[in-house]
């Protein structure tokens, strides 16, 4: 079992795409969600597949176990998925020592970009990039099993009124 501790940031402008070193296209989908818990299944780059079940709920720490799983398997699981797909690039951008999974959404939630800071232990950041936005660890609304379960939260969807 590993601990995830991770901080998640709304990001705000492109400022961070010339630090991006890598980048992976990821489909993920959730086969049971509540608020303590989580299993999912994500493929990477259309060429791995990994079962992760999360446990924990709002502090920013929960443990993780992750089970690699044959491609063909998942595949055939996605059939059994809940929600909605969640499909995103993942790109890595180092910064001050701390590399962030900035994650660029695709499809229902298009032009959604959140960033994870994830550490091994609680670590601060001295000084957080300028491209961060506002901190969301520990709101619901932003775990991607809520993005796939429920969509954006509110304030984060365009807005299609005309006026």
Do not use: C
Not at 40 to 45: A, E, G, K, L
């Amino acid at each position: 079992m590993a601990k995830e501790i991770e901080r998640k940031f709304l990001v705000a402008g492109d400022g961070w795409r010339p630090a991006a070193t890598s980048r992976h296209a990821i489909v993920q989908f959730y086969l049971a969600a509540a608020d303590d818990r989580s299993i999912r299944i994500r493929i990477r780059d259309g060429k791995e597949a990994w079962l992760t079940l999360k446990f924990g709920a709002g502090t920013g720490e929960r443990d993780e176990f992750e089970y690699r799983v044959p491609l063909s398997d998942a595949r055939e699981i996605q059939a059994f998925a809940i929600g909605r797909i969640i499909e995103k690039t993942r790109h890595l951008v180092k910064h001050d020592g701390h590399i962030f999974e900035v994650d660029e959404f695709h499809g229902a939630l298009e032009g959604f970009v959140l960033a994870e800071l994830e550490t091994p232990e609680a670590a601060s950041v001295a000084r957080l990039p300028e491209w961060i936005g506002e901190e969301v660890t520990g709101d619901p609304a932003y775990t991607n099993a809520s993005l796939a379960l429920a969509g954006l939260p509110d304030e984060e969807r365009p807005d299609t009124s005309s006026g």
